[in-house]
C-alpha cells in the first residue's frame, strides 16, 4: 500500500468527545512507541499520524509528537507530489509550533493536506501557501 492510500485509509477518524478516546488514534502514538493510555485523543496528534502512516509504509519517520520535527526527516524538494509531506508553522513562522500532513494539491494561494487532527478528524484541509516550511518526499526504506 502506498503512503497515500494508507492515509486515506483513516479517512474520518476523529477524536471522541467527552472522557473516552478514539481507540484508533491511540493506536497511532502505540504503534510510534508512546504510551496511548497515558495520552488521550485531543493530544496533539497531527505527527504521531503521519509517523504511523510513514512507519506502516516502511518509510523514514520522525518517531516525535512535534510537527517540526519532520524538517529534518526525508529529501527537501521545491515541487512536491501526491503523498509527501508537508510541515507547517502555526503561530509563527519562528515558533517551535506546526502542523504537519500529507500534501495533496495546490492553488494559486493554498496547499490541501490529508493530515490527522485536522478539525479534530483525519481529513483533507486547505492551508495558505506562506504558512509552508518545507515539502519532503519520504522514500521507501530498503
Known amino acids: 500500500m502506498n503512503i497515500i492510500q ?6 474520518g477518524v476523529k477524536e471522541q468527545a467527552g472522557r473516552k478516546d478514539n481507540p484508533q488514534i ?9 504510551d496511548g493510555a497515558k ?3 485531543e493530544t496533539a496528534w497531527c505527527s ?6 510513514a512507519k506502516t509504509t516502511n518509510r ?4 516525535k509528537l512535534n510537527a517540526r ?7 527537501t524538494t521545491k515541487e ?35 493530515g490527522g487532527n485536522q478539525n479534530n478528524s483525519v481529513c483533507i484541509k486547505a492551508y ?7 515539502y519532503k518526499k519520504l522514500y521507501k526504506n530498503g
Request: glycine fraction near 8%; proline fraction near 5%.
Open 69 to 75: 520535527s519532520w524538517l529534518s526527516i526525508g529529501v
Open 80 to 114: 512536491p507530489l501526491l503523498g509527501d509531506v508537508v510541515v507547517l508553522w502555526r503561530e509563527s513562522p519562528s515558533s517551535w509550533k506546526g502542523h504537519v500532513g500529507f500534501y495533496v494539491k495546490e492553488t494559486t494561494r493554498y496547499v490541501y493536506i490529508l
Open 60 to 63: 523514514p519517520y520522525s518517531g
Open 39 to 41: 495520552l488521550h485523543d
Open 26 to 34: 491511540l493506536t497511532y502514538f502505540d504503534e510510534i512507541g508512546f
Open 128 to 134: 495558505p501557501k506562506n504558512r509552508v516550511l518545507s
Open 48 to 53: 504521531a499520524f503521519v509517523n504511523w502512516v
Open 6 to 11: 494508507k492515509a486515506l485509509s483513516q479517512y
